[in-house]
């Protein structure tokens, strides 16, 4: 088989486990804010915790060995613009929470047939694609230019092993190690072998993207690009791949788009959820489509998402990850304020 097609597919094994863990897991960034800010609950956050842990310990881990090819990924090659960081993250996470999901979350109940997020995974494609290469990247270029780097400044292991005279392996795995602490120092997640399953297939499948594509980059004769899963640029990607696959564009984050929705549909069907649903709320309709319109502008932006910036770029131990995913959680916060109980209402209660 063509790389471009062995790439797919491991894109596509990856998916259907995000997939999976969506639907019966219940794994999701603006769940576990929400659980977090308004119910008190930090099980989902846990969740995330641990498998971004697990995610920077296998991936150093498998880079030490020569597996995966760290070096070579988008997050630590290009340089960090700590504001196109704050002011992409922001964007996205209050696009985000007025929509009622991030492209990851809009894939996965796509899966599961509500037709709602077919709508806003459409704009978060076609904003994406403007971001990238359309009118809004004049803009984009213009204030947030981006050039190479060198990992030993791109990357928070690497920078702090330059520092403490260590190797990145043991930064690493100290930093997972931490992280890791967070998420099992709850009796609740301990207990919990569903949420302890989800976050391990959620790092499974980043995993897994590293080793395929550094493996296709390393053996193969055409350009492979060393990634994971993201979902802003990647169903932008998609799309287009549908429209014009006659002439190629098949790729890794084809198939982890594919393949979140398969996988998704899968676990729909096993719960016994599977239902289509439409939106008959015409002011729901204009949220998403803004909401669609900062994600995808703000993801290209950020280099990322909850799950690219989120889990992938956080198990390099890029810089960039934890700024962006700061700026996503207050982004975040904002909107799921402003949904609650309205910009007004909340200035006016300061004031008195």
Not at 79 to 99: D, E, H, R, T
Request: with cysteine; aromatic share 10%; charged share 10%.
């Amino acid at each position: 088989m063509s790389e471009d097609i062995l790439a797919a597919l491991a894109g596509l094994a990856g998916g259907v486990l995000l997939g999976l863990a969506a639907r019966l897991g219940r794994f999701c960034t603006l769940g576990a804010i929400e659980d977090a800010l308004y119910g008190k609950e930090w099980l989902r956050m846990r969740m995330w915790a641990f498998a971004i842990a697990i995610s920077i310990a296998s991936t150093f881990l498998l880079a030490d060995q020569g597996l995966i090819a760290l070096d070579q990924t988008i997050y630590l090659t290009q340089s960090w613009n700590p504001l196109a960081c704050i002011v992409g993250g922001l964007m996205f996470g209050y696009g985000m929470a007025i929509a009622g999901s991030c492209g990851y979350g809009a894939l996965a109940r796509l899966g599961g047939g509500d037709m709602r997020y077919f709508v806003l995974s459409l704009v978060i494609a076609i904003s994406a694609a403007m971001a990238v290469g359309g009118p809004t990247a004049y803009l984009r270029v213009l204030l947030f230019p981006v050039e190479t780097a060198d990992p030993n400044t791109t990357g928070i292991a690497h920078v702090l092993a330059e520092k403490l005279v260590l190797s990145e392996l043991t930064i690493a795995l100290v930093i997972a190690g931490a992280i890791a602490l967070f998420a099992i120092s709850s009796k609740e997640f301990l207990k919990s072998p569903k949420a302890i399953i989800a976050s391990l297939a959620v790092a499974f499948a980043i995993l897994l993207g590293w080793v395929a594509t550094s493996y296709l980059f390393e053996e193969s004769f055409e350009e492979v690009r060393v990634a994971s899963h993201s979902f802003t640029v990647p169903v932008g990607d998609t799309l287009m791949y549908l429209m014009t696959a006659s002439g190629g564009g098949l790729s890794f984050a084809v198939g982890s788009v594919v393949g979140v929705l398969s996988g998704a549909f899968l676990g729909s069907l096993i719960k016994g959820h599977f239902r289509w649903e439409a939106c008959d709320d015409p002011r729901e309709l204009r949220r998403q489509i803004l909401g669609g319109f900062l994600m995808g502008t703000g993801g290209v932006i950020a280099l990322g998402c909850t799950i690219g910036q989120g889990i992938s770029a956080f198990s390099t131990l890029a810089v960039s990850a934890p700024v962006v995913m700061l700026s996503i959680i207050a982004g975040a916060a904002i909107g799921l304020r402003q949904l609650v109980v309205g910009f007004q209402f909340a200035f006016w209660k300061q004031q008195s």
